[in-house]
C-alpha cells in the first residue's frame, strides 16, 4: 500500500532538524541576511548536533541519511533561511561527486580529514563561459608524471573562501569537449590556489560565493575522482541526487511564506472584516496551499525513486524546476497579500522572495530542467 505518512524515525529527524532550525538559524536569520556575513557560528553547530554531511555514509563518519531523509532535513532548513541552510547544504553537494565516483581511499582521506576538522568543502564548477553549459569548463589540469597541474579560473562557488577542500571540474583532454572533462579534488590550501572576492547578491546572502583562481596547482593523481574524463557524467549523477535537496528546501521557502501570510491575513482587517475572508484573498491561499503540496510529494516522488536507483535526472528535474517555480510565485503572491508590510524588511516574506530567485537559477536553470525533462520525456 502506498503512503506519504512519514515513519516514527523519521519524524524524530524532522523534529530535530526543526529544532535545530529554530534553535540556531531562525533567531539570526536576518542579522546575516542584513550583513552578509558567513554564518560560521550555526555551521559549527551543526557539526556539534549531526546536522551537516547527511549524504555521507556512517562508514566514513557521516550521518548516512537517505536521499529522502536528506530532503526531511533540507526543507526545515529551508524554511528557517535558505541563505544559511546551502551553507550545511553545500557539503552534500561538493561531496557527492566522491559518493558516486570517488575510490574508497579517496573517500576515507577526504571524509575522514573534513569531518575531523569540522570543515567545509565546495563545488567548484561553474565559469564565466561555463554555466548551464557545463561543458564548457575551461580551466585545465595536465598531467606530468604522478601529478596533475591545473589552471583556471571558477566563479560563484559556494563555500568557496571557508572550504578546505575544492571538487575541481577541469579539462584533462582538450578538445573532446565535456567527454574531457574530469573532477579532481584539490585542498584549499595547495599552492596557487587563490581565492578571489565575494561576489555580493540579491538574496541567500548568508552564503558567500566566490571567484577561484588556479595558478600551477598541482595535485596527485590519486585525488581524480572515478577515471581521466569522466567529470561530465559524474557531474550530471550528482546533480541527479542532489536536486530534490534544493527542491526540499524551496519547498521550505514557500510553507514559510504562506504560514506567515496566513496568520497576518487573518489578522489583518480591511472594511471591517480580516482580509482572509475576501474571496480574492481566500483563492490565492488556496492555490498557493496546493502549489506547496503538489511540489513536496514531487520531491518526495524523486527522491524515493533516486534512494531506489530508478531515477535517471527526469523526476529531480521536474522536483527542481516544479518546487523553486513554487517558491518564487508563493513568496510573491504573500508580499502581496501583506502589501507594504510584505514588501519591507520588518517582515521575513521580503528575504524569502529575494532567496526564493536563486533557487530557481542555481544546480541548473528551470529553463535547463525543462531542457532534461523534454529530452528523456521525447526518447
Known amino acids: 500500500m502506498v503512503s506519504f505518512e512519514l515513519s516514527e524515525e523519521q519524524q524524530k529527524l524532522v523534529a530535530k532538524a526543526k529544532e535545530f532550525a529554530d534553535g540556531?538559524?531562525?533567531?539570526?536569520?536576518?542579522?546575516?541576511?542584513?550583513?552578509?556575513?558567513?554564518?560560521?557560528?550555526?555551521?559549527?553547530?551543526?557539526?556539534?548536533?549531526g546536522i551537516i554531511n547527511g549524504a555521507i555514509p556512517k562508514q566514513y563518519g557521516g550521518a548516512g541519511h537517505s536521499s529522502f531523509d536528506g530532503c526531511l532535513v533540507s526543507e526545515e532548513l529551508g524554511a528557517a533561511c535558505s541563505g544559511i541552510g546551502i551553507c550545511i547544504d553545500a557539503n552534500n553537494l561538493a561531496l557527492t561527486p566522491l559518493l558516486?565516483?570517488?575510490?574508497?581511499?579517496?573517500?576515507k582521506r577526504v571524509f575522514?580529514?573534513?569531518?575531523?576538522?569540522?570543515?567545509?568543502?565546495?563545488?567548484?564548477?561553474?565559469?564565466?563561459e561555463a554555466g548551464s553549459d557545463a561543458g564548457a569548463v575551461q580551466t585545465t589540469a595536465v598531467r606530468k608524471g604522478d601529478v596533475y597541474v591545473i589552471?583556471?579560473?571558477?566563479?560563484?562557488?559556494?563555500?568557496?573562501?571557508?572550504?578546505?577542500?575544492?571538487?575541481?571540474?577541469?579539462?584533462?583532454?582538450?578538445?573532446?569537449?565535456?567527454?574531457?572533462m574530469s573532477a579532481i579534488v584539490v585542498p584549499a590550501d595547495a599552492p596557487g590556489v587563490k581565492i578571489g572576492r565575494e561576489l555580493p547578491k540579491m538574496g541567500?546572502?548568508?552564503?558567500?560565493?566566490?571567484?577561484?583562481?588556479?595558478?600551477?596547482?598541482?595535485?596527485?593523481?590519486?585525488?581524480?575522482?572515478?577515471?581521466?574524463?569522466?567529470?561530465?557524467?559524474?557531474?550530471?549523477?550528482?546533480?541527479?541526487?542532489?536536486?530534490?535537496?534544493?527542491?526540499?528546501?524551496a519547498v521550505g521557502m514557500a510553507r514559510e511564506a504562506l504560514d506567515v501570510a496566513k496568520k497576518w491575513a487573518l489578522n489583518r482587517k480591511q472594511f471591517g472584516q480580516p482580509i482572509a475572508s475576501f474571496q480574492a484573498i481566500g483563492f490565492m491561499f488556496?492555490?498557493?496551499?496546493?502549489?506547496?503540496?503538489?511540489?513536496?510529494?514531487?520531491?518526495w516522488n524523486a527522491a524515493i525513486l533516486t534512494d531506489q536507483e530508478k531515477?535517471?535526472?527526469?523526476?529531480?528535474?521536474?522536483?527542481?524546476?516544479?518546487a523553486t517555480d513554487v517558491a518564487m510565485k508563493v513568496a510573491t503572491d504573500c508580499v502581496q497579500i501583506m502589501g507594504g508590510e510584505g514588501y519591507s524588511q520588518d517582515n521575513i516574506v521580503e528575504k524569502i522572495m529575494r532567496d526564493a530567485k536563486l533557487s530557481q537559477i542555481y544546480e541548473g536553470t528551470n529553463q535547463v530542467q525543462r531542457l532534461v525533462i523534454a529530452k528523456?520525456?521525447?526518447k
Open 24 to 49: 540556531n538559524i531562525r533567531p539570526v536569520a536576518r542579522q546575516y541576511d542584513l550583513s552578509c556575513e558567513f554564518p560560521w557560528p550555526v555551521v559549527q553547530k551543526a557539526y556539534d548536533e
Open 376 to 378: 528523456n520525456t521525447l
Open 100 to 107: 558516486v565516483g570517488g575510490s574508497d581511499d579517496l573517500k
Open 112 to 128: 575522514g580529514h573534513l569531518i575531523e576538522n569540522r570543515g567545509l568543502a565546495a563545488f567548484c564548477l561553474t565559469e564565466p
Open 151 to 180: 589552471n583556471g579560473h571558477k566563479r560563484f562557488i559556494t563555500n568557496g573562501k571557508q572550504a578546505m577542500y575544492h571538487t575541481v571540474f577541469c579539462n584533462t583532454d582538450p578538445g573532446r569537449g565535456a567527454r574531457g
Open 204 to 249: 541567500q546572502r548568508a552564503s558567500c560565493p566566490v571567484e577561484i583562481d588556479y595558478n600551477e596547482v598541482e595535485v596527485p593523481v590519486s585525488n581524480v575522482i572515478g577515471k581521466e574524463n569522466q567529470g561530465f557524467l559524474i557531474a550530471m549523477k550528482t546533480f541527479n541526487r542532489t536536486r530534490s535537496g534544493v527542491a526540499s528546501a
Open 311 to 322: 531515477e535517471v535526472g527526469t523526476y529531480s528535474a521536474m522536483a527542481k524546476y516544479f
Open 286 to 299: 488556496a492555490e498557493m496551499a496546493t502549489q506547496v503540496t503538489a511540489a513536496r510529494f514531487l520531491v
